[in-house]
């Protein structure tokens, strides 16, 4: 009955994603997946998508998420899964892992020639691109003949007058601060695990809050104040900026202290279609021709390093984890936000408030 | 309205239309059942979870949500913007609503579509729309730097100023509606007998529209206050540094940290406080608000 009950109670909530789940089940082998909509989700039709199901048969249907964990729980405890494929980023994938959430990935399907790595091949996910919160400047508000280097020149309020934004997290911020303080990229979270770190970070967070018009909540929002000059220096992901460059706005990206994020696809545990589900993820997200088209349509590069043979230097030196750029950031530590956010969350909302 | 002072003496009207007989009840069964599975029966869940610690009951995620720091702030805050944004709404729109019941039906349709359009779309836009007029390079900062009145852009945007700015214009149209359809059923023509027996207008208005028009604004005061409880992607957008509503901090436990016990807590909190707030407000005035729906024809 109290299974019932919370099928029920959640049904509402994801009947969008089930109706389509059950339209695609009816129709010979498919796979669902979870995924964020919008561009990244066109660029996956076509360059994935599409061409795996005219040579598979096998049917891929992409249901939106924004919230994906929460829905895993959701799918997990009612154990109604309507999902094989799901993005498991940040502290999806600890968690996940740690509540057993997952069915292991099998890499001698996957990754039978150990291309990617350890960073992308996870027991339970793999890393199928990896994207930046870099720092956007716009170049026409910059002091004249000043040059923009990072951390350090977004907390100098003084050499660089501005509105600035951060996201609404302390996930990064922190890191951001510590860099600003001094730290080393490769050395941020043994600082923040020190007994002080966190204290530190904070009371540097507290020197630059002034200047923070605004804490953006979603991946749009810090885009748009650039575009519209509400604020001169803003985080954002690097794929984001390039958009605006495209556009062109004067933006730069700066690339320095720069938190790479690995955006991980996991198999759901009691996925339908566990099989093909490990088959796309090689189809997609491990072969290096398909990998490079993606990192031509948008601006996100894969781990596997066959990808840097495809392309162009220009086309190189504008993703995140071309070497140049690997080397002056940090990778953002999913398990140690998946084990403190609780707790630093609390204190973060407290700090915003005073 | 043509058929003269309609004032029956027994209140026979008023009586038949306040008890509907028993044996039409089942009308309500198909609403009452979706109540049930949508709302009743989710929100009791969250009620348990609320309350479930690691070991059985307890208390503890309410402890969290009501003891002394950020959320108990924000709790406060969201009720006293709430509290304000509902009062404006009311504030700006009885003189509307006011119009609108008195001006001829033809135009009454026009300025009634004009009112409901911006109900048709998303919030989100409407938001956005906000963020071009009082941006830094927007529409009120170039013409203030255009005819010079400032030096340099205002902070109008980011504030909280914006949040109950955007806040009322998504809500204005609902309390319009409210005050709107409580005063097309007073009787026009007790006004028009204060006239007779020598009352200024003004004083015909406080005396009898005012009194009978005033269960429609409470109304539409508590509709708006518990949709601004609600509110979710206004501030965020608008709002300062400092703008979190309830809302926000729950789907932040929800998807962000999953401490759904918290989560669970804070919605219990904000659900208790509405009704308690709105439970207040019409007790309060009750008397206003028997008023209100018979048009003064009783």
């Avoid at chain 2, 027994?10 to 609403?31: E, I, N, Q």
């Avoid at chain 2, 026009?188 to 003004?202: Q, V, Y």
């Amino acid at each position: 009955m109290k299974k019932l009950l919370w099928s029920l109670s959640v049904g509402a909530a994801i009947v969008g994603g089930a109706s389509d789940a059950v339209l695609a089940q009816s129709a010979g082998k498919s796979i669902t997946i979870a995924n964020y909509g919008g561009a990244w989700a066109e660029t996956l039709n076509r360059i994935c998508i599409d061409p795996f199901t005219k040579e598979t048969g096998v049917t891929v249907t992409q249901a939106a998420t924004e919230d994906s964990l929460a829905q895993i729980r959701v799918q997990q405890t009612t154990r109604n899964i309507l999902w094989d494929i799901a993005p498991t980023e940040r502290s999806g994938l600890p968690v996940s892992s740690k509540n057993g959430w997952l069915e292991p990935i099998d890499w001698s399907v996957v990754d039978p020639e150990n291309k990617l790595p350890p960073v992308a091949r996870k027991q339970y996910a793999i890393g199928a691109i990896a994207y930046s919160t870099t720092i956007g400047v716009r170049t026409d508000k910059l002091p004249e003949g000043k040059t923009f280097g990072g951390w350090k020149d977004f907390w100098d309020v003084k050499s660089f007058p501005g509105p600035r934004t951060l996201r609404n997290s302390p996930a990064e911020n922190l890191e951001f601060a510590l860099i600003a303080d001094g730290v080393k990229p490769s050395e941020v979270y043994d600082v923040l695990r020190s007994p002080e770190g966190v204290d530190r970070a904070f009371k540097k967070l507290d020197e630059i809050k002034p200047a923070i018009t605004v804490w953006w909540t979603s991946g749009q929002q810090p885009v748009q104040l650039l575009a519209s000059g509400e604020v001169f220096y803003a985080t954002a992901f690097n794929g984001r900026i390039q958009q605006l460059q495209k556009d062109k706005l004067p933006v730069k990206i700066i690339w320095n202290g720069g938190s790479l994020d690995v955006s991980y696809y996991s198999i759901v545990k009691g996925a339908r279609n566990v099989a093909d589900a490990q088959k796309f993820m090689k189809y997609c997200w491990n072969t290096p021709s398909r990998l490079a088209e993606i990192a031509r349509a948008m601006p996100y590069s894969s781990f596997n390093p066959e990808i840097y043979k495809i392309l162009s230097t220009d086309e190189a030196k504008e993703l995140p984890t071309s070497p140049a750029n690997l080397d002056v950031q940090f990778a953002l530590d999913s398990e140690y936000w998946a084990e403190n956010l609780p707790r630093i969350q609390k204190r973060w909302e407290a700090w915003r408030l005073q | 309205m043509s058929d003269g002072i309609p004032m029956p003496r027994d209140g026979t009207v008023a009586t038949r239309s306040k008890r509907a007989p028993l044996s039409s009840l089942w009308l309500l069964a198909p609403a009452a059942v979706l109540f049930l599975f949508v709302f009743i029966l989710p929100v009791g869940e969250v009620a348990l979870w609320s309350v479930q610690g690691e070991a059985g009951l307890s208390a503890e995620h309410y402890e969290a949500a009501l003891g002394a720091g950020p959320y108990r702030t924000i709790l406060l805050g969201t009720l006293q913007l709430s509290f304000g944004v509902a009062f404006a709404c009311v504030l700006v729109g009885y003189p509307a609503a006011y119009f609108l019941a008195s001006c001829r039906p033809r135009n009454r349709t026009l300025l009634l579509l004009l009112i409901l359009t911006p109900l048709w779309v998303s919030v989100l836009v409407r938001t956005f729309g906000w963020i071009v007029v009082l941006g830094r390079e927007g529409l009120v900062n170039s013409m203030l730097i255009g005819i010079g009145a400032v030096d340099g852009p205002l902070q109008m945007l980011y504030t909280r100023g914006a949040v109950y700015i955007a806040m009322v214009q998504v809500l204005l149209p609902v309390a319009i509606l409210v005050m709107f359809s409580t005063m097309t059923t007073i009787n026009r023509s007790l006004l028009m007998a204060s006239r007779i027996l020598g009352a200024t207008p003004w004083r015909g208005f406080v005396h009898i529209f005012l009194p009978l028009s005033a269960g429609g604004a409470i109304n539409a005061w508590m509709l708006t206050f518990v949709l601004a409880l609600g509110f979710f992607i206004t501030p965020a957008l608008v709002g300062g540094p400092k703008e979190t509503m309830i809302a926000n901090l729950i789907a932040t436990q929800i998807t962000l940290t999953l401490d759904w016990g918290l989560g669970s807590a804070l919605g219990m909190v904000l659900v208790i406080a509405g009704f308690a707030v709105v439970g207040a407000i019409a007790l309060l005035f009750r008397r206003v608000t028997r008023l209100s729906g018979h048009g003064g024809s009783r």
